[in-house]
């Protein structure tokens, strides 16, 4: 064989293997959306019922860590 024939195979090859890959993964994401739609669909995620009670606790919950963080920060720079 001569060589321009080996490279020119072997550039077909490159690209036959190249573009089988290309479509598996094209052919992967179509699968996975589906099947990401298929288990929204008959499994959906809860959603928490909001109220003015959780609200208010996630506000106290926020105002505590603020103030354990400055605590910390003021008891750091006392320290030194």
């Known amino acids: 064989m001569e060589e321009t024939s ?3 195979e072997s550039v077909k090859f490159m690209l036959l293997g190249m573009g089988i890959v290309y479509l598996f993964l ?3 994401v179509f699968v ?3 099947m990401s739609n298929i288990i929204n669909k008959y499994f959906p995620e809860p959603h928490p019922a909001e109220n003015v009670e959780t609200q208010q606790t996630t506000k106290n919950d926020k105002t505590k860590v603020v103030a354990a963080i400055t605590a910390a920060i003021m008891h750091h720079q006392n320290n030194k």
């Open 32 to 34: 996975m959306n589906i």
């Open 26 to 28: 094209v052919v992967m």
């Open 6 to 8: 080996l490279v020119y």
